[in-house]
């Protein structure tokens, strides 16, 4: 199994609304992240959890909170979020954060992502 | 500052033609650099990944080439296909600091009929 699920694939909210999005991998992969993409750029980082520990928080807003219940789930939690939050949320997974023999990033495989639309 | 920067931003393409995507980056020092498709709305897929020592890398139609000399690199696409309408994003990772991937803007490819 060699895929990144992500639930749910649409969501609209308002901003005072509290929701999750969800990720889960069973590849025994023990790096996992969420990435933000607006339209036509770049996947931006947010959050990196190695061996269910935050690892790499990129100054993300608390309105944005990750949680880790174990090494195969990715949550991100949302509440009272802006209109300019609206974007694809994108949850990757790689075995680690870089190979110990080779010292090179693994390659990170990607979910479908969640669309999200803050109204 | 590390960059990676990919042209042309968009391109158009009739089916059954061949393109060429370019990558050029500034990234230092530089550990590997992949190649990723990314359909619209969807996550991106790894198409092809080389190290430093790699001059070339082949997937089915795609080849990847790298020039790590000039930091250049390109995603030759063979008998395009419809499918192959999608965003080519060039990622480099550096070693020792797998923190952060460094994305480049991608191209817009679209293949017409």
């Known amino acids: 199994d060699t895929e990144v699920t992500q639930t749910p694939k649409h969501l609209v909210m308002g901003m005072t609304n509290k929701k999750s999005l969800k990720c889960e991998q069973h590849?025994?992969?023990?790096?996992m992240y969420w990435y933000k993409q607006k339209a036509k750029k770049p996947p931006e980082l947010m959050f990196v959890?190695?061996?269910?520990?935050?690892?790499i928080n990129e100054s993300v807003p608390s309105r944005f909170s990750p949680e880790c219940p174990n090494s195969s789930l990715l949550n991100l939690h949302l509440h009272a979020l802006q209109p300019e939050d609206s974007a694809l949320y994108l949850c990757?997974?790689?075995?680690?954060?870089?190979?110990?023999?080779?010292?090179?990033?693994?390659?990170?495989?990607f979910g479908p992502g969640t669309r999200l639309t803050v109204l | 500052k590390n960059q990676v920067e990919q042209s042309p931003q968009s391109l158009i393409i009739l089916e059954g033609k061949n393109c060429t995507l370019q990558?050029?980056?500034?990234?230092?020092?530089?550990?590997?650099l992949r190649w990723y498709k990314q359909d619209t709305g969807r996550g991106p897929v790894s198409l092809t990944i080389m190290t430093f020592s790699e001059n070339t890398k082949s997937n089915g139609r795609y080849t990847a080439t790298l020039d790590a000399d000039t930091k250049q690199s390109s995603l030759h696409i063979t008998a395009s296909q419809l499918s192959d309408s999608a965003s080519y994003i060039c990622?480099?990772?550096?070693?020792?600091?797998?923190?952060?991937?460094?994305f480049g803007t991608g191209t817009r490819l679209q293949v017409f009929p």
């Open positions: 990757a997974s790689s075995q680690d954060f870089f190979s110990q023999f080779t010292m090179v990033a693994d390659t990170q495989y």
């Open positions: 959890y190695s061996y269910e520990k935050l690892s």
């Open positions: 990622v480099v990772s550096r070693p020792y600091n797998t923190d952060k991937l460094i």
């Open positions: 990558c050029n980056y500034t990234v230092s020092p530089f550990s590997n």
């Open positions: 590849m025994g992969h023990r790096a």
